[in-house]
């Protein structure tokens, strides 16, 4: 008999370090009739990693674009009673990753949804930072044009508080140049490979 109550499980997974993720995290995971993930080769290899069951197991990827025939296989396996589990690469799933949508349609098909707390990205970043913490906006990856990039930034440098964004290595310069063209007077906190031996702020 299963420990846990039939549904969909958002678990938290490592961002890096593979010991972070919970007791919790990985005793639902083992007992997961179905995993639902970005990529599966991430997901397993994690699997593997933690030393958890692969076998017997429905494995699905997801993303909220060509999802219809994903969320109609999540809800057939919540129908019959099975545990579901949402994970992304790493961290905490629909932060900056898909699943909003697939939250919405589970929850309006009447099926329970669970949250498993763990590793998050932008908070581990925000307390290593020695910038203010009580008050902070996330905004994920800002747009692709430098005009949007710019006026998301100067909205949000008005409530005078944190802003915590993601941005890609390749993308480091392109940011400190637009801050620097664009804004006076401000304190940057930039932190790479969080949890990982090369971690640095």
Request: with cysteine; net charge positive.
């Amino acid at each position: 008999m299963k420990k846990f109550e039939k549904g969909l499980y958002i678990v938290s997974t490592p961002i890096g370090n593979r010991f972070d993720i919970t007791l919790r995290a990985t005793s639902i995971l083992n007992n997961s009739d179905v995993i639902v993930c970005e990529n599966t080769r991430v997901t397993k290899n994690l699997f593997k990693l933690l030393e958890l069951d692969l076998k017997n197991k429905i494995w699905l990827t997801y993303n909220d674009y060509k999802s219809e025939t994903r969320i109609n296989a999540v809800k057939k396996a919540l129908g019959l009673n099975k545990i579901v589990s949402l994970v992304s690469d790493a961290g905490t799933p629909l932060i900056s990753d898909p699943g909003y949508k697939l939250i919405n349609i589970v929850r309006e098909d009447g099926h329970k949804v669970f949250s498993i707390p763990g590793p998050c990205a932008a908070i581990s970043s925000l307390v290593v930072s020695g910038l203010k913490t009580d008050k902070f906006s996330f905004l994920g990856f800002l747009p692709k044009n430098k005009n949007k990039y710019i006026s998301v930034l100067r909205n949000y440098s008005s409530l005078k508080n944190t802003i915590i964004i993601y941005e890609k290595a390749t993308r480091l310069n392109f940011l400190l140049n637009t801050l620097l063209e664009n804004f006076s007077g401000f304190k940057l906190a930039i932190v790479k490979e969080l949890t990982k031996i090369y971690e640095e702020v």
